[in-house]
């Protein structure tokens, strides 16, 4: 058994050093690293969803004829963006809207989404989760009627 340490220890061959690191070079630094570079799509997708539901959102608080009306409207259409997208609806982790509702004015539309930061196969989710924000601004038209005539 000494001799066979001796063999595998010494300087003549080298090779059960090279076969050591590389299974650590392996293990440790180049699988987590694919792993994370496997996830960006993925938060290029959250990101990409966010961007559209805020878009859509603010257009149809724009649209409404009353914030309560364009709040409703634009809720269930981020919620039919996102579950259209295949995340989950729970991802919604808010909607909200800045601006005033009157003709010549802007509104901005908030959308954040929660994502789990890493999911690897055969186990689920890992880690906590990260907050997407996006934000978007729609114009109400000048020449805009509220209501009924």
């Known amino acids: 058994m000494r001799n066979l340490w001796r063999k595998v220890a010494s300087d003549e061959t080298g090779s059960a050093y090279a076969a050591i690191e590389m299974v650590l070079v392996l ?31 603010a257009r149809e608080m724009v649209l409404a004829d009353s914030y309560d009306e364009g709040h409703a409207a634009a809720a269930l259409v981020v919620v039919t963006i996102i579950s259209n997208r295949g995340l989950d609806v729970g991802a919604l982790a808010g909607l909200d809207f800045d601006g005033v509702l ?28 990260i907050n997407i924000s996006r934000t978007a601004t729609e114009r109400v038209d000048d020449y805009r009627q509220f209501g009924a005539p």
């Open 27 to 57: 293990g440790f630094i180049l699988l987590p690293l694919l792993a994370g570079i496997a996830q960006l799509p993925r938060w290029v997708d959250a990101r990409s969803t966010a961007d559209l539901a805020a878009q859509e959102a």
């Open 102 to 129: 009157a003709r010549g004015e802007t509104v901005t539309a908030t959308v954040t989404l929660r994502v789990p930061p890493v999911i690897l196969p055969g186990v689920g989710p890992v880690g906590g989760t």
